[in-house]
């Protein structure tokens, strides 16, 4: 093995160490920052929320049809989300974890940002990438105000900083409450390259924000 091979083993070894045992870390991200809801009224009902139809079945194998061809890529950061279905076309910033223990988020102040936690696997990687995003910010909505709108066979597309483009179809879109929040299903890994995209949602009140996730479960289908 050259030189080259066994630095680039090394530098994966680290990465691994690096990232989250995900059985020990609860999500509860993106503090729900009060939506204006007292101003106009085209948003007085709040962000979609899933349809209980669009929940993934937990007893589908975790790599199907088109995915069994898809190899997954190696490492690299991600550069940009695109979800075509709800118009979302954003930069993605690193989010490591908070003093607190949770998940960092993307500032708030700008509307149009989404976040990769860099405890997980870029998306791509064989594992779970995670990629976060706020539901609102205190000018009205934010980049993943309509996520829960989503449906299965969605596409959700990350631009990497190799050039590459991964290609999630999702299968799953659920809601979970903050306090009771099944860490171990949303990002154990399936043994294929899967995405957990993640924003606020649920039941919502102005003293304490929103009191769940929304969360869409994605294989990968393609690269470009």
């Known amino acids: 093995m050259s030189a080259s091979e066994l630095a680039e083993l090394a530098e994966e070894e680290e990465r691994r160490k690096k990232r989250a045992p995900w059985g020990v870390i609860a999500l509860v991200l993106l503090t729900g920052i009060a939506l204006i809801r007292n101003g106009s009224g085209e948003f007085d009902v709040g962000p979609p929320q899933p349809a209980s139809a669009a ?99 969605n596409r959700v597309e990350i631009a990497r900083k190799d050039g590459k483009t991964a290609v999630f179809e999702i299968y799953g879109i659920e809601v979970f409450e903050k306090n009771n929040f099944p860490g171990d299903r949303v990002y154990a890994s399936k043994g294929a390259a899967e995405l957990r995209v993640i924003t606020c949602g649920g039941g919502f009140s102005k003293k304490h924000g929103y009191d769940g996730n929304v969360v869409a479960f994605a294989r990968l289908v393609e690269v470009r």
Do not use: C, M
Request: charged share 15%; net charge negative.
């Open 55 to 153: 929940a993934a079945d937990r007893h589908v194998p975790a790599v199907v049809g088109a995915a069994d061809a898809v190899q997954p890529l190696p490492y690299s950061p991600p550069d940009r989300v695109r979800i075509p279905t709800i118009r979302v076309d954003a930069p993605v910033l690193p989010v490591g974890l908070a003093a607190d223990g949770w998940v960092g988020a993307p500032p708030p102040e700008d509307p149009n940002l989404a976040g990769w936690f860099t405890g997980a696997v870029t998306p791509g990687e064989k594992g779970t990438a995670v990629v976060v995003g706020h539901v609102d910010n205190k000018q009205g909505p934010a980049v993943f105000y309509n996520l829960g709108a989503l449906k299965k066979g």
